[in-house]
């Protein structure tokens, strides 16, 4: 089991950036990550996802503009979100899988204004 702990989240202009991190309580080496977000009114939707191996997947709506990385010696997961947009103003969330195992943050609130 792994608790995650995300934090970076705040107001911010758009074309602004913004860093988030996500902390585990434990060894993350064996899962795969990700970052979701959802929006009021809006189901949850992946971000980007990190595989244990590194390999990573975006959505098409922030691709080119975030960036995944881990950091599996800090049990860390950032995702560093640049030409920031009012539609990317959501809750952002982190995850940890493996092997049907799922675990969750409790959120960082991602405000974007226009």
């Known amino acids: 089991q792994v608790q995650l702990v995300e934090s970076g989240g705040g107001l911010v202009q758009a074309g602004g950036s913004l860093r988030l991190s996500c902390a585990a309580s434990?060894?993350?080496?064996?899962?795969?990550m990700g970052w979701y977000r959802q929006a009021p009114g809006k189901q949850r939707e992946l971000v980007a996802y990190?595989?244990?191996?590194?390999?990573?997947n975006y959505a098409d709506s922030v691709k080119g503009r975030f960036t995944i990385s881990r950091d599996n010696a800090k049990n860390t997961v950032n995702l560093q979100m640049n030409s920031l947009k009012p539609e990317d103003t959501a809750g952002y969330y982190c995850?940890?899988?493996?092997?049907?195992?799922?675990?969750w943050g409790q959120g960082t609130q991602v405000t974007v204004s226009s």
């Open positions: 995850s940890a899988h493996y092997l049907g195992d799922d675990y």
């Open positions: 434990g060894s993350i080496s064996r899962f795969n």
């Open positions: 990190i595989t244990r191996g590194g390999s990573t």
